[in-house]
């Protein structure tokens, strides 16, 4: 039962995405080979993928088309290859989301996504109603499609062996029904959110962006943590977007989690409730996330986040 892993990177370093996609693929069963497709300077990318543990090939994928891996390239070149697949999937990264449903909707099958659990090779498990339901999902199509929610695996190590590199840059093409103009990221010098061991987030009782900063940013370097936020203090401007973790955000599984004046509605908790360790910091004793915090602490953030950073 071969199974193609569709491998997130940024054309110089493999993410940690990959590998904990890999795990699930591991859990399926099969020979598994990765697809990694991006600009003509990816040899770094494909060494890493080689050495990834149960990799028997690693296809490369070089063109210019490719580079930005726009869904309708990505998606034609993924389908010009799944003939010898039964199983194709990708992390549910922005560019899994983007890409997976075009393969599946051209290959005429259901796409699973966000599998957060391998049950066996035809059935799986995914979250529904904000992660507060767990469905379970049986396939019978001939060739199964599915993201991967990578905060519920954990990273497979590199093994013993390196796996063959192929070249199929002749299934590389220009769909020509996009392009790329330009992306526009923010300049961050922590961790990033989804690959981050320690989180420190903020809610609306922060107040204002200044205080944010001011609170947030001392404690979170101390930690060498990334900043976090809930969607109420994103909708009222005190963080950027790209901070917002959540069901509309990003769904995170730290190490360690710093809720700060975050009460928990579950749109929040879905995109958290999974991180090894929960702290929570809230006036009100009865807020819902102290229901799925490991320590709480009844209190005004403002008096105990700059005692907890003088400790540390």
Known sequence: M???????HDNTALSDQTAKALTAALKIGGDIDILVAGNNDLDGVAQASAKLSGIRTVLVAKSDALENQLAENAAELIVSLSGEYDT???PATAN?????????ALLDVMQISEVMDVVD???????????NAVEVVQTTDATKVMTIRTSSFAATEDGTSTAEIKNVDDHASDAGKSSFVENILSQNDRPELGSAKIIVSGGRALGSEEKFKAVMTPLADKLGAAVG?????????YAPNDLQVGQTGKVV??????ACG??????????MKDSKIIVAINTDEDAPIFQVADYGIVADLFDVLPELEGQL
């Open 253 to 258: 599984a730290p190490d360690l989690y710093i």
């Open 262 to 271: 975050i009460s928990g509605a579950i749109q929040h908790l879905a995109g």
């Open 2 to 8: 071969p199974i193609l892993l569709f491998a997130e």
């Open 229 to 237: 936020a809930s969607r109420a203090a994103v909708d009222a401007g």
């Open 88 to 90: 194709i999937l990708a």
């Open 121 to 131: 090779a035809d059935t799986f498990k995914r979250p529904i109603y904000a992660g």
């Open 96 to 104: 899994g989301k983007n890409i997976m449903p075009r393969v599946a």
